[in-house]
């Protein structure tokens, strides 16, 4: 069979277009799993219409990176200074051999996705083991490794999985200039591809705005540049992707984009309890607590096996997990009892925590759940470049250097003790979080 294009009709990218060989990846099993993996967890059961999931969501990765991988590459867009420091751009066999990495990593980032996404991921795995070890080791033996290494020309598996993962999570091994840059292509915090599909695929099937940024008009603003200067910094570090000064207004809507999807959907106190409910029954359900990461087991496990043993517990009172399914299925989920505001924390940081102990302490542990989320890093800086100088992000936009960081702290309570707990805290609220040395 000769090869010839396959079109995928998508609503973000309109068509997503593999070659057949590239095809053999999207037929594979552990890519076809993907299809019943949702991209965002429990979502579904706040947000209807988030049944969207990461097969789709892989082939728009793919898309884009290709779109960014042109743009970059292009011969226009590219300085003696850094053909210099990237000689790879410069040989044709070469660009299109990583081309196809590219593709491939893009395509395959998420195979190592359990279910409902990250819904209880550092809880339900084993020490020292995420999705991305998973992918990993996906990508790299059994049926993935075969595909890759049977295309023309053919694929090295650690390619694919370097430039998937990135340094920081592909750990043992040395990575050149080059595949630095690619790799930050698809998960680079500043451009990423990864996270410009999901904002705009998310806020597309959630049915809210938050979402959107011109990405069309990103990609075309998009450079290998120079990282941003640093005082102190050694102004010969890698390259990196940066924007021209045209797209900056572009680049600022995706960091826009971010904060608002998280702080306004991602963290949305019922999907997040659905999430701490998912988890407590899988606790429960799992052999040992915790899923397996062994590879034929980790691709038997899907959303809809944990669906049925979810309705199952739920019908059933003596099974294990029976209350955090019956939470979920009967729509009886713990609700939403104290959100520190600014004042309280000014008054007392960890205010959450001592609301949290202090509920425990009057209706039991049990009764009583707590979420937290904080960012790990800063906003990310990037490199803006102007007339073919490269400038901090962060000095050339306010937009960028007032940022806010988005993150919350909840407490749950059962619904039992809802009305009684609100009274509680109203009356003992101000005392609790004054006198922090009482119990």
Known sequence: MGTRIHEFRDPIHNFVKLDTQERAVVDASAFQRLRSIHQLGMSH???????????????????????????ITSPEHLTDELRAVLPEVGDEEHVRYWRRVLRMAALCHDL????????????????????????????????IAHILGAMTPPLRPDDVAKIALGPKEYRDTTYTTWEVLLSEVIVGDAFGVDRM?????????????????DHF?????????????????????????????????????????RYFMYSQVYFHHVRRI??????????????????????????????????????????????????????????????LI??????????????????????????????????RYSPRGDIPDFS?????????????????????????????????????????LRNNKTQLLDHPEEP
Not at 117 to 142: C, F, M, V, Y
Not at 394 to 423: C, G, N, W
């Open 274 to 335: 659905y999430d701490l409910h998912l988890a407590d029954f899988l606790a429960e359900w799992l052999p040992g607590g915790q899923f397996s990461v062994e590879i034929d087991q980790h691709l038997a496990m899907t959303d809809h096996e944990v669906m049925a043993a979810l309705r199952d517990a739920a019908d059933a009172p003596g099974n294990r997990g029976h209350d955090s399914a019956a939470s979920i299925y009967r729509r009886n989920h713990y609700r």
């Open 217 to 257: 008009r990103l990609v075309d603003s998009l450079r290998i540049a120079p990282p941003p200067p640093r005082t102190g910094r050694d102004l010969s570090l890698e390259p990196t992707v940066g924007v021209e000064e045209g797209g900056l207004h572009c680049a600022e809507a995706l960091l826009l984009a």
């Open 45 to 71: 059961f706040v947000y209807p219409g988030a049944n969207h999931t990461r097969f789709e969501h892989s082939l728009g990765v793919m898309e884009l990176a290709t779109q960014v991988y042109h743009t």
């Open 338 to 371: 104290y959100k520190p505001s600014s004042d309280d924390v000014s008054v007392f940081p960890d205010a959450c925590g001592k609301v949290c102990a202090a509920l425990e302490t009057r209706y039991g542990a049990h009764s009583v759940r707590v979420d």
């Open 112 to 143: 190592g996705h359990l279910p409902f996404s990250h819904a209880a991921e550092k809880r339900l795995l084993p020490d020292g083991w995420n999705h991305e070890q998973i992918t990993r080791a996906i990508i790299e033996s059994g049926e």
């Open 384 to 424: 803006v470049v102007c007339d073919g100088e490269a400038h901090s992000a962060a000095a050339v936009s306010d937009v960028v250097a007032d940022m806010p960081l988005a993150k919350t702290a909840y407490v749950f309570i059962r619904p039992a003790h809802e009305e009684d707990a609100k009274r509680w």
């Open 197 to 213: 599909d999901y904002l705009l695929r998310d806020s597309h099937h959630l049915g809210v705005a938050y979402g959107r940024f």
